[in-house]
């Protein structure tokens, strides 16, 4: 089946930095993949979606400068979380297409202290 | 607006008891529901795709059936490794975005 990865798998970091998530597709190419959040006991959340080689569409009410996407090969997309704050703390989790289905990658917890 | 239901919210079984999940959906020109589980503190798994009323597809003790309005997963004599959030999905229109559910917990206790 197809694999996506997500690196790193947990951070922790102060408010006011920012953090980069990398999302990759092992066995597949991936002109589309998209970035969702998820509060604990909810359901996942779009955030955006990346297209290789494009600027990604965001979903209504997330703020883009905020949280960058990066989708620049066919198999690594990111997402920078700038300026992080304590309310940006979730769990956050990439997926691909490949070709029609979603496959997501195992996710990346970050708190910001 | 696009919408997906799942009922019930959380549900507990004996190993062995079969059951039912459900969800129901609203939308404009469905291309296709998608049925994924979650274990705590992971990313979902992907379990199958239906893209016609009528189509039914199986995978171990699991059976994912779809009408026009909802769709069935079926468990027939879980473990308790079958525990898990299963999530709902569908696609609709041109998008190639998921509308997601807000889940079912299930709890198989041994």
């Known amino acids: 089946g197809a694999v996506v990865s997500q690196h790193p798998s947990w951070v922790i970091c102060k408010s006011g930095t920012s953090v980069k998530i990398e999302c990759r597709s092992l066995?597949?190419?991936?002109?589309?993949m998209f970035w969702y959040r998820q509060f604990p006991k909810q359901s996942l959340m779009l955030m955006a979606t990346?297209?290789?080689?494009?600027?990604?569409?965001?979903e209504q009410g997330v703020e883009k400068d905020k949280f960058l996407i990066n989708h620049a090969s066919l198999t690594l997309s990111t997402l920078t979380v700038t300026s992080a704050h304590p309310e940006d703390s979730s769990f956050y989790i990439c997926?691909?297409?490949?070709?029609?289905?979603?496959?997501f990658g195992p996710g990346t917890r970050l708190t910001v202290t | 607006e696009d919408q997906v239901t799942q009922s019930p919210e959380a549900l507990r079984l004996q190993e062995g008891e079969s059951s039912s999940l459900n969800c129901s959906y609203t939308?404009?020109?469905?291309?296709?529901l998608f049925w994924y589980r979650q274990d705590p503190g992971k990313g979902p798994e992907f379990l199958f795709t239906?893209?016609?009323a009528g189509e039914e597809k199986e995978k171990e003790r699991l059976k994912a059936t779809l009408t026009k309005k909802e769709s069935f997963l079926h468990i027939t004599a879980p473990k308790p490794e079958d525990s898990a959030t299963y999530l709902c999905?569908?696609?609709?229109?041109?998008?190639?975005?998921?509308?997601f559910g807000q889940g079912t917990r299930l709890t198989i206790n041994p």
């Open positions: 997926s691909a297409l490949s070709p029609y289905e979603q496959y």
């Open positions: 066995d597949f190419q991936a002109t589309t």
């Open positions: 990346s297209n290789e080689g494009s600027k990604a569409t965001y």
């Open positions: 939308v404009s020109g469905l291309r296709g």
């Open positions: 239906l893209y016609s």
């Open positions: 999905a569908v696609q609709a229109g041109g998008a190639q975005k998921l509308v």
